[in-house]
């Protein structure tokens, strides 16, 4: 049997404005919490036991999947008092593995949309011998990653977390947030401390000699970690860009939910979800958005690249493009917001307040 620790804590305050009840995980991507997409993928690779590491807004997971047993697995929940860091989390829930020593345990980050092969990844770790293995990508910024130099076999020459000069740029591969440890190195992350497995655990063993082992794809790959990254998501799972077992519909331009009331005339497109309840308004046209459950998008508005939260309401010809807008928010007719703008949960922004464009 395989089975898989998910990290789902942290500070996780990225989605804040539009989640201030809701951790990251749960929020809604192509018309279900995010996390289901990383659970039904791990099912459908054979992973039949994960343990949830959480640290913050515990309470609402457990609500939601429960044993599990909808998705065909055995589900567990951890909750940390403090944040323990991802090496400290992944220790503090060893004692729920049910592996033997030498029996591969799949890690993953909660917040990575991604295609994958996770079968290739545990097989790579299996024939390769390694105390670990990573999934590593390819970006064209490496910053704000951990990045992975590895040798012509594939080998792991060093890990360098978010390197801060020019001259510790030294790749373009990245550590993709999804790794096979060896059981029993598990066991050798100090208890009971918080501890970085990118800053602390991943260095020591490259300089104890342990063999850790990247497998480089070009398969799909995304970090959810702000909001212009979720809404994207969002809309590549509903393309079928980003695969995923839990999409609740066709693949397509666009996913409307049941009990959602579109206009004839409104124009989706773009990998555009529309949540249970929401309703768009004649005219309007939402591209490459999501507007979850209750909100509304009234007549003529033209949204696109946005995230609209839980019963928020859009006026009509407003104008949203890169925003996001928080659940219950109101956003008035006749608006204009654009580039990143985050209107906070609830608030309320009156009839053609704001506008980018010049007045004429
Ligand atoms: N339980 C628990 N407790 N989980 C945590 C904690 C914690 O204290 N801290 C972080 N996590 C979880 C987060 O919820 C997330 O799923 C994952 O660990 C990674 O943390 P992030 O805060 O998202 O890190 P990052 O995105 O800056 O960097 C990580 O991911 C990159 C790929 O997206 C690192 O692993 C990098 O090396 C990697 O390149
Ligand atoms: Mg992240």
């Known amino acids: 049997m395989t089975e898989a620790i998910l990290l789902v804590g942290g500070k996780g305050t990225r989605l804040r404005p539009l989640t201030v009840h809701t951790p990251k995980p749960m929020v809604p991507a192509a018309g279900v919490p995010f996390l289901t997409h990383q659970l039904a993928r791990a099912r459908a690779a054979g992973v039949e036991h994960i343990v949830l590491a959480t640290s913050y807004l515990a309470e609402v997971f457990e609500p939601y999947f429960g044993d599990g047993s ?6 567990e929940y951890v909750t940390e008092e403090e944040p323990l860091g991802t090496g400290g989390a992944i220790r503090n829930v060893a004692s729920r593995l049910r592996s033997g020593p030498d029996e591969p345990v799949l890690i993953f980050n909660g917040d990575i949309l991604t295609g994958l092969d996770i079968r290739a990844l545990v097989d790579t770790h299996e024939t390769s011998g390694a105390d ?25 020459q060093a890990f360098l977390e978010k390197p801060q000069t020019p001259e510790e740029i030294v790749t373009d ?10 059981r029993s190195v598990i066991d050798t992350i100090p208890e009971g401390r918080p501890v970085s ?18 497998m480089v794809d070009s398969t799909y790959w995304l970090d959810l970690g702000t909001p212009q990254a979720f809404v994207r998501g969002s809309a590549d799972l509903v393309l079928g860009r980003a695969p995923s077992p839990a999409v609740p ?16 005339d409104a124009k989706l497109t773009g990998g555009t979800v ?18 979850l459950d209750g909100a509304v998008v009234e007549p003529g508005a033209v949204v696109t690249d946005s ?15 890169g925003a996001v807008v928080g659940d219950g928010a109101r956003v008035g007719a006749d608006n204009e917001l654009r580039d990143g703008v985050r209107v906070w949960c609830g608030a309320q922004l009156p009839d053609g307040s704001v506008r980018f464009s010049s007045d004429q």
């Open 70 to 75: 909808a998705l065909g697995l055995h589900l």
């Open 132 to 156: 670990v293995s990573l999934h590593l990508t390819r970006v064209d910024d490496p910053r704000a990653f951990g990045l992975v130099p590895t040798d012509a076999t594939g080998r792991v």
């Open 173 to 182: 591969q990245i550590n993709a947030g999804a790794y096979v440890f060896r």
């Open 197 to 214: 497995v990118e800053r602390e655990t991943f260095p020591q063993l490259l300089a104890a000699g342990a063999h850790l082992q990247g």
């Open 249 to 264: 519909g066709r693949r397509g331009d666009r996913l409307v939910l049941p009990t959602a009331e579109v206009a004839p």
């Open 274 to 291: 529309v949540g249970a309840g929401a309703v768009i308004g004649a005219g309007a046209r939402v591209t490459g958005s999501a507007v």
């Open 307 to 321: 995230l609209i939260g839980a019963g928020a309401r859009i006026g009509a010809r407003t104008v949203l493009a």
